[in-house]
C-alpha cells in the first residue's frame, strides 16, 4: 500500500524532520519486519538521513548546499526562476530516495539519524511517497 506524508515548507531552503511522520506510518500499517522506501516526487525537493540532534547541524547543511550551489542567473536551463534551477541542482545532489529496515515494527535508525526533507524553493506543499513492504 502506499501512503503519502504531506509537508508544508516555508519559503526559500528549509531542512525540515519528517521522523516521527515516518514512525507513524509504519507503525500504523502492522509491517513487523521489511522494507520502507520513502520517494519524493519533486524536482526541487530531496530526502536523506541526518542528525538533528543539534538544531545548528540543518544550518550548516543549508548554508553549504547554498555554497556549493549558489542561486545564479547563469544558469542554462530556467523554465521558472533561478532560485529553481539551483533547487534542480541540489535535489540531483541529495537525492530523492531512502530506504529504512523495518524491525520490530520500527524503522531501524542509528541514534542520531533522522528522516530529514530538504526544500529548495519554498514556500510549498510538498508529498513524500512512503512504500512499506513486508518481509
Sequence with gaps: MLHEITVDTPRGDALIDITAQVREVVTNSGVQDGIC???VPHTT???TLNSALDPATATDIIADLRRIV???VD??????????AAGHVKAALVGHSITLIIAGGK???GSSQFVLFYEFD???TRHVQVKIMEG
Design 122 to 124: 519554498g514556500p510549498r
Design 107 to 109: 524503522p531501524t535508525l
Design 75 to 84: 544558469f542554462v536551463h530556467q523554465y521558472d526562476t533561478p532560485a529553481d
Design 70 to 72: 549558489p542561486t545564479r
Design 37 to 39: 522506501v520513502l520517494f
Design 45 to 47: 525537493a530531496a530526502i
